[in-house]
């Protein structure tokens, strides 16, 4: 099993909702990750666990607050959030954080916000 | 600081061509490189990670290539078909101290033509 699942594929809020994007994977991997991505860019770095522990936080507002309840799961809590952030949020996973490793990616949840 | 070029931006082929990617980037001191397709509004697909210490390789009808000294990666795809259209991206993991965050290119949006 190779798959990094997303969830849900597509959300929709207002600016004043709480809602969550939820990541999973089954390959035992100990490092996790939340990436943003706009129309016709590359994905940028929100988020890094390491053994369920933040590792990496870029600089991201706190209306985006993340979770790693447990070394299989990721959450993305979602409370407050502008219009500019609408975008697909993708998950990926690694073996571990550093050195010679793949990351291998979800497909995404596509949220716009109102 | 680590930058990744990819060329050309956009490509248009008819179904059947042999094509070429670019990708290059400005530190050669890189753990590896990872060549993803994203399929529109998708998550990436892993296609090809070569090592620091390969040359290149092969997965079906991709073949990566990789001089570290140069700089210079190039994904090759025989005898292209419709559904390799979609954008393709390559990412650096840098080989600096502390964490090694994946660098990307901007990508090739490739379309084939039946």
């Known amino acids: 099993d190779t798959e990094v699942t997303q969830t849900p594929k597509h959300l929709v809020m207002g600016m004043t909702n709480k809602k969550s994007l939820k990541c999973e994977q089954h390959?035992?991997?100990?490092?996790m990750y939340w990436y943003k991505q706009k129309a016709k860019k590359p994905p940028e770095l929100m988020f890094v666990?390491?053994?369920?522990?933040?590792?990496i936080n870029e600089s991201v507002p706190s209306r985006f607050s993340p979770e790693c309840p447990n070394s299989s799961l990721l959450n993305l809590h979602l409370h407050a959030l502008q219009p500019e952030d609408s975008a697909l949020y993708l998950c990926?996973?690694?073996?571990?954080?550093?050195?010679?490793?793949?990351?291998?990616f979800g497909e995404g949840s596509r949220l716009t916000v109102l | 600081k680590q930058e990744v070029t990819q060329i050309p931006a956009a490509l248009s082929v008819p179904e059947g061509e042999n094509l070429v990617l670019n990708c290059s980037f400005t530190?050669?001191?890189?753990?590896?490189l990872q060549w993803f397709r994203q399929d529109p509004g998708k998550g990436l697909t892993s296609l090809l990670l070569?090592?620091?210490?390969?040359r290149e390789q092969t997965s079906g009808r991709l073949n990566a290539s990789l001089d570290k000294s140069s700089g210079r990666s190039t994904l090759y795809i025989a005898a292209s078909q419709p559904g390799d259209s979609a954008t393709y991206l390559c990412?650096?993991?840098?080989?600096?101290?502390?964490?090694?965050?994946?660098?990307f290119g901007t990508g090739t949006r490739l379309l084939v033509s039946p």
């Open positions: 070569i090592q620091s210490s390969q």
């Open positions: 990926a996973s690694s073996p571990r954080l550093t050195g010679d490793v793949e990351l291998f």
């Open positions: 390959m035992g991997h100990r490092a």
């Open positions: 666990y390491s053994y369920e522990k933040l590792s």
């Open positions: 530190d050669s001191a890189i753990y590896n």
């Open positions: 990412a650096v993991r840098p080989e600096n101290t502390g964490f090694q965050k994946l660098v």
